[in-house]
């Protein structure tokens, strides 16, 4: 006799399928998305090209800048996959800010910076990496920063993909080189100034790291470890604040103001000074406000760093759409330069079509691939909290201050990845520290077995190693690749 509709067996069997639908949903969904983001971001490379062709108009040499427009906007989209991943990390680590509020501050105040305060002009290729007049003819200095436009693009690709982030201007500067290198010889390249970005490979993370630990040192010993803990934040919390908007002053009026006016190093120290001890002043009846009822504990502290995170965050972003994005466009702000004019030697002025194709191919970027990068920078190095995510934002401005001073070529990849690990590699020393302390009155507590004392570690080691290889081999590969496709592409067009 057949199963009624009512008989219990006939619905178990309808529920095993409706599982069945019901996986087979969720797989298709999990599949799919992927597919989406490539579909979109390939939708704009080629609205990018279309854009190039209506500004560029009818000319002989229209397609060749067509394609850059569309290399141009792939390097753009990995930007946004990869570097900005290193300004919203912390925040979305510590849980100041979600996911998806992070990518909207991110893509808006990264836009703002490119577009609003964005480079005016980008010194001779790449901030002098090769010297233009050794490439002989205009046509060869294209095809060099095609090759370098595209190397940086892909290189970048690979490195979201494994889960690595690196330095962008980097990767433009490797490839840069290695094209330069293949198309006129070792002369080319400006080897002091390589000297100094590979010594910043070394300084910036370890400077950042080292600013963030001693940030979260104070942060520990003045508010933390204090009996009273609401009562010692009532009183450093607005400090902290004010140094983190001083220190965001200088940086913004030193580094993402330049095309609105120009401001040498003093006067910017001068504006964050002022304005940091106005913001002192304004936060401490703010903070007073904030923290009433609010027990005495850790957690609690977390609420008074929260806002001024996500400021920091935002503030980041700005400065680096002002900053790293004229890097990334400069090979194709240089193509078009080459081709409209058919002069390569004199400095390089970026085309506001440029500048929005670089400021949306990183919102684009950031929605669609970011992510991925975001959640290892905040939470799979190490745990963040909003006090040690404060650590390492304020880290990132003071970091480029003090290299701005130096005269030191700088990557805020390379600071504020570094800012992580000193913040993770000081909480390991704090815990140690405190471990022996605690020994000399209960041993019996404190005794770890060695594979313990190993897994307590509060940096994980192998995405410590992955990224330091990736940092190293970033402009070697790069360059090797850059030049690789320069032969390729001499080899197809002549």
């Known amino acids: 006799m057949a199963d009624q509709p009512g008989d219990p067996r006939h619905l178990e069997t309808l529920d095993r399928d409706l599982r069945r639908f019901s996986r087979l949903e969720v797989a298709t969904g999990a599949i799919g998305r992927p597919m989406v983001g490539l579909g979109v971001a390939l939708v704009f490379v080629v609205l990018a090209g279309l854009a190039a062709m209506l500004f560029f108009g009818e000319a002989n040499n229209t397609m060749i800048v067509v394609i850059a427009a569309c290399l141009g906007a792939y390097m753009a989209l990995n930007i946004g996959a990869n570097d900005v991943a290193n300004n919203m990390g912390p925040a979305v680590g510590a849980n100041a800010l979600s996911m998806g509020g992070a990518i909207a501050i991110a893509a808006i105040f990264e836009s703002a910076g490119a577009l609003i305060a964005g480079g005016d002009v980008v010194s001779t290729i790449a901030k002098g990496i090769i010297a233009p007049e050794s490439m002989g003819t205009a046509t060869v200095f294209v095809w060099a920063m095609m090759a370098a436009l595209l190397s940086a693009a892909l290189w970048v690709n690979l490195a979201t993909w494994v889960g690595a982030p690196v330095s962008t201007t980097h990767s433009v500067v490797g490839g840069v080189m290695g094209a330069g290198i293949a198309a006129a010889g070792f002369a080319a390249v400006s080897w002091p100034t390589m000297g100094k970005i590979a010594a ?15 940030f979260l040192a104070l942060i520990k010993s003045r508010i933390i470890y204090r009996d009273d803990k609401i009562a010692a934040a009532r009183v450093w919390v607005p400090v902290l604040v004010g140094i983190m908007g001083g220190a965001f002053s200088s940086y913004l009026a030193l580094k993402g103001l330049k095309k609105i006016i120009k401001i040498d190093l003093p006067t910017s120290l001068m504006i964050g000074a002022a304005i940091g001890v106005l913001i002192w002043l304004v936060m401490i009846p703010v903070i007073r406000k904030q923290s009433e009822g609010l027990e005495n ?198």
């Open 200 to 214: 910043s490979w070394v300084i910036s993370p370890v400077l950042g790291g080292v600013i963030a630990a001693m």
């Open 297 to 494: 504990r850790n957690k609690s502290l977390k609420v008074l760093f929260g806002i001024p995170l996500v400021v920091s965050a935002a503030l980041l972003s700005f400065a680096h759409g002002a900053n790293d994005v004229a890097n990334a466009v400069g090979p194709l702000a240089a193509i078009v330069q080459a081709s409209n004019t058919g002069g390569f030697l004199a400095a390089v002025s970026i085309p506001l079509w440029v500048m929005v194709i670089g400021a949306f191919g990183i919102s684009f970027g950031l929605l669609l691939f970011g992510p991925k990068l975001i959640r290892m920078v905040g939470g799979q190095i190490t745990k963040l909290n909003p006090m040690r995510a404060y650590c390492v934002a304020l880290s990132a401005a003071i970091t480029v201050i003090v290299a701005s001073w130096l005269g030191l070529p700088v990557s805020s990849t390379h600071i504020a990845v570094g800012a992580v690990f000193g913040v993770g590699f000081f909480r390991e020393w704090d815990a140690e520290r405190r471990i022996a302390k605690t020994r000399q009155t209960m041993p019996e507590r404190t005794q770890y077995s060695r594979e313990e004392r190993r897994r307590r570690k509060l940096v994980r080691r192998s995405h410590f190693l992955t990224i330091i290889a990736a940092w190293l081999i970033t402009v070697p590969a790069a360059a090797v690749l850059s030049a690789v496709i320069f032969f390729v592409i001499t080899t197809v067009m002549t």
